[in-house]
C-alpha cells in the first residue's frame, strides 16, 4: 500500500555533504506530516528534522540545526534532506516516515506510521 523508500545514503568525509531523498508510492506527501529520524549503533532512534504539516512548522535537533534542512516536493512525491557539515557522530541509518493525511503528530513527528527501511550514511575519513 502506501510505502516509503529512502535512498542517497553512503560514505562521506567529515565536513563533506549528502542530500537524502524519500520517495512515496501508493499514496502522496502532500497533507501529511514527515519526518527523518536516525539510529547509531548502540544508542536510541532520534528525530533529526520534522515537517509538520498541520501546523506547518519545521522542528530540527539541536545536533543538526544549522546543517541540516528538510523539505519536500509535492511534485516529485519526496521529501529531502539535505545534510552539510557533516560530523562523525552523523553516522547512523537514515530513516523517513510519515503518517496519515491531515493527522497532526506534534512538532517532532511523533507517532508516525508508515517508515521506510533506512539508508546508511558513513561519515568518516
Known amino acids: 500500500q502506501f510505502e516509503l523508500v529512502e535512498s542517497g545514503g553512503g560514505l562521506v568525509q567529515p565536513g563533506g555533504s549528502l542530500r537524502l531523498s524519500c520517495a512515496a508510492s501508493?499514496?502522496?506527501?502532500?497533507?501529511?506530516?514527515a519526518g527523518w529520524f536516525r539510529q547509531a549503533p548502540g544508542k536510541e532512534r532520534e528525530v533529526v528534522a520534522c515537517?509538520?504539516?498541520?501546523?506547518?512548522?519545521?522542528y530540527y535537533a539541536d545536533s543538526v540545526k544549522g546543517r541540516f534542512t528538510a523539505s519536500r516536493d509535492s511534485a516529485q512525491n519526496t521529501v529531502f534532506l539535505e545534510m552539510k557539515s557533516l560530523k562523525p557522530d552523523d553516522t547512523a541509518v537514515y530513516y523517513c516516515?510519515?503518517?496519515?493525511?491531515?493527522?497532526?503528530?506534534?512538532?517532532?513527528?511523533?507517532?508516525?506510521?508508515?517508515w521506510g527501511k533506512g539508508t546508511v550514511v558513513t561519515v568518516a575519513s
Open positions: 516516515a510519515t503518517g496519515n493525511l491531515n493527522n497532526d503528530y506534534g512538532p517532532k513527528c511523533a507517532g508516525l506510521r508508515y
Open positions: 501508493g499514496g502522496t506527501f502532500y497533507s501529511r506530516t
Open positions: 515537517l509538520n504539516y498541520v501546523a506547518r512548522s519545521t
